[in-house]
């Protein structure tokens, strides 16, 4: 039996005109599964900081915390919810949207062999490594 995730990349957008951005975190959702989870870099990622250097780092700070309340409100509120209604959740999760220092990419989808899934970590430690851990 195969389980479908769907996940997206949190991006750390400080300038908006130019469309630069950082990857800093991944959001991970298997609505069949009732899983909701998510991971971002630290607070304190001089990566980034170093990258924006005329963004004060209080900026983004403040911008990872938001996300991390947010995402963690999510997070509590995906355990009471029926599969569809998880789905309509990343959607609006996903949505285009004016927002000053961060978006999240548009929602992928995957699938995992049951066999797969229990031989591999969560996938959000794949999928954080491979978008935030990178060099």
């Known amino acids: 039996?195969?389980?479908?995730?769907?996940?997206?990349?949190?991006?750390?957008?400080p300038h908006a005109q130019t469309g630069e951005f950082a990857n800093v975190g991944i959001v991970l959702c298997a609505p069949d599964q009732a899983v909701f989870e998510?991971?971002?870099?630290p607070a304190r990622f001089a990566?980034?900081?170093?990258?924006?250097?005329?963004?004060?780092?209080?900026?983004?700070?403040t911008t990872i915390n938001t996300v991390q309340t947010e995402l963690t409100r999510?997070?509590?509120?995906?355990?009471?919810?029926?599969?569809?209604?998880?789905?309509a959740v990343?959607?609006?999760?996903?949505?285009?949207?004016?927002?000053?220092?961060?978006s999240f990419a548009?929602?992928?989808?995957?699938?995992l062999c049951w066999w797969?899934?229990?031989l591999l970590p969560l996938p959000t430690s794949y999928l954080?490594?491979?978008?935030?851990?990178?060099?």
């Not at 479908?4 to 991006?11: E, G, H, N, S, T």
């Not at 998510?38 to 870099?41: G, I, K, S």
């Not at 999510?74 to 789905?87: F, R, S």
């Open 47 to 61: 990566r980034v900081t170093d990258f924006f250097e005329d963004v004060d780092g209080k900026l983004y700070k």
């Open 128 to 135: 954080n490594n491979w978008y935030t851990g990178h060099s």
């Open 38 to 41: 998510f991971r971002l870099a």
């Open 1 to 13: 039996m195969k389980t479908l995730y769907q996940y997206a990349i949190v991006r750390f957008l």
């Open 74 to 87: 999510i997070q509590d509120y995906a355990a009471t919810v029926l599969p569809k209604e998880l789905v």
């Open 106 to 111: 548009l929602a992928q989808t995957f699938a």
């Open 90 to 102: 990343m959607q609006e999760l996903v949505r285009p949207r004016e927002t000053l220092v961060h």
């Open 116 to 118: 797969i899934k229990n």
